[in-house]
């Protein structure tokens, strides 16, 4: 066991490791050792400061899921855009679940969203699961405000797949799109363009959303759909 392992399981909480475990159906449990994300995040800190860190990166794949979570809280921290961009590329495959995948949140992208969007792209074309999930939450994240087109929209809903982290990431997208762009989101329901799960997803999420109106809600209840 190295140092950082043992610095996370002197962190271990029992009874969240259960919990956790349970939300985490891909993951095996005995990857999971169970350490908030207050501790988790203060062992990251002390991480970064270490000459450590880069070869604690570079060491792919982790053993744990937390040592997962370590890995997105580094990548947060990276500052230039092109040096995030590569550390995102080397970690993505590796990602093999929600969890960890929706962890990753840099904060480099936030001011370079002229290069983002054509990354985004690359990895909503990579085929990869949690690549193209990866994609879509930076692309819901990052352009359904100032920085939104339509055209985004179709990016989204032309994903066809069967994979139940996928689609329910398409149904997050589309109904925080319909909260904050519900003209331009709507369409995409009204013409049934979403496989039926994804699209009554969707509805089901905008409905429980206190950013949609009652009368969007009440249409929006209408277009819900019978699967095939």
Not at 32 to 61: H, N, Q, S, Y
Not at 85 to 112: H, M
Not at 182 to 193: H, M, Q, S, T
Request: glycine share 4%.
């Amino acid at each position: 066991m190295t140092g950082l392992q043992e610095q996370l399981f002197a962190a271990q909480d029992l009874k969240y490791r259960d919990f956790n475990a349970r939300l985490l159906p891909t993951v095996d449990p005995a990857r999971v050792i169970g350490v908030r994300t207050p501790a988790l995040r203060a062992i990251a800190k002390d991480l970064a400061r270490r000459p450590e860190a880069a070869a604690f990166m570079a060491a792919l794949p982790h053993t744990y899921y937390e040592e997962d979570g370590l890995h997105c809280f580094l990548i947060e921290g990276i500052r230039d855009y092109d040096v995030c961009v590569e550390a995102v590329d080397a970690f993505l495959p590796y990602v093999d679940n929600w969890g960890t995948c929706d962890g990753i949140s840099p904060r480099a992208f936030e001011k370079n969203r002229t290069a983002l969007i054509k990354d985004i792209r690359r990895w909503m074309d990579s085929g990869h699961l949690y690549t193209v999930r990866f994609g879509i939450r930076m692309l819901m994240n990052h352009y359904l405000d100032e920085d939104f087109q339509p055209d985004y929209l179709d990016w989204v809903a032309a994903i066809e797949t069967e994979e139940y982290y996928l689609r329910m990431m398409q149904a997050w997208y589309f109904a925080t799109a319909l909260a904050k762009q519900y003209d331009a989101a709507l369409p995409i329901l009204e013409a049934g363009r979403l496989e039926p799960w994804t699209h009554n997803k969707t509805i089901q999420k905008a409905v429980e959303s206190y950013r949609i109106t009652d009368e969007q809600k009440a249409y929006l209840k209408t277009l819900r759909r019978k699967r095939r």
